[in-house]
């Protein structure tokens, strides 16, 4: 793990996630250089600066990119705005879910991720897909070497507890699965992104409710082959995720990425203050997240998020990972899943080490080697291709 703020767990893997982004190294630099005092502050002043240095260096990155449409280059300018779009994600994650400006700040990021994304030549779709009267976004990602007429396999890919399609997209894993000829459908579900920011969509604990849903609405797809539909969920997605493919038949198979298999007693040991929190103004961040009025609320409601008795109904092929080093969710939760998959038909337990690297929570410190791994089982799994 790149520790960069020598005492501030949560700063670091915003940085760690960030560089997983593509941010680069002489940029964190000039981002992070004048932090380390605000590091030791409050939650509050001390993610107030912190937005503030890489607010500013999105906006230089969008002055360059400026520069480079007025004379052309717009593979150039794509690049620019979509690295801004990133290090806008981190500044908007770290703040208090009612702080001054956080949605103007993510729907700025939004739009950047968009356009660069555009200008790239990037073949991603934002799509929706109609839930509660309402809908959910997703971005939509096809395999590679799709013909007119053909249906690929496809993997759904949730958030965690603070994540979002487009820091998802941008870690790298439906590109991965595309060379693969597998598709993406990387989803704002109910609680993350989208959903929750701008349609008020708080989690859930049946996650079926909603995972159903996508199934109905790919099944319509033309380049799907519904018959050939995964599911993947990363940190909290790792209860998200095997809950939907016990509940939901019609999915495939099912991958944790970093296993949540009894989220309510990670909450109990939290609030004896162990292991490390994702995000500052945790309590508030997770009532926020899933509708709860205060943390006795919250905390009812957490006595819903576990799995067991859950994952026993799975019957598919499921991949279990988790680093060996996770300091937020114990290891002890991957091996409680892998087990109570007995009746799937293909079981699988990952566990990433130093030597693999994304031995931190959901790999957060090194993703690639853990996100190819992913991407080759579902590819075996789902019949796409190795090579």
Known sequence: ???????????????????????????????????????????????????????????????????????????????????????????????????????????RELALFLEGSRLMGDRLQRVEIPYAGKHLSALYLPAEGLKPGERAPLLVQLNGLDSTKEMKYLVGLPAWLAKRGVSSLVVDQPGSGEALRLSGLTARFDTEHWASRIVDWLEQHPEVDAKRIGCEGVSLGGYYCPRAVAMEPRFACGVAWGANHDWREVQKRRLEKEGDFPVPHYWAHVSWVWGAKDIDDFMRIAENVHLDGVVEKIKVPFLVTHGEHDSQIPLKWAHRTYEQLVNSPKRELKIFTDREGGAQHASFDNSINAGHYIADWVAETLGGRLA
């Open 1 to 107: 793990m790149f520790k960069y703020f020598p005492s501030n767990y949560v700063w670091n893997l915003s940085v760690d996630l960030a560089i997983e982004m593509g941010a680069r190294i002489g940029e964190i630099e000039q981002m992070c250089a004048p932090l380390q005092e605000a590091a030791k502050a409050p939650d509050a002043a001390g993610t107030k600066a912190f937005r503030e240095t890489w607010v500013a260096m999105a906006d230089q990155l969008c002055a360059l990119a400026e520069e480079d449409r007025e004379r052309g280059r717009l593979f150039s300018a794509g690049e620019k705005l979509r690295r801004a779009a990133g290090y806008l994600i981190t500044a908007e994650r770290l703040q208090a879910h009612d702080a001054p400006g956080r949605l103007d700040l993510y729907r």
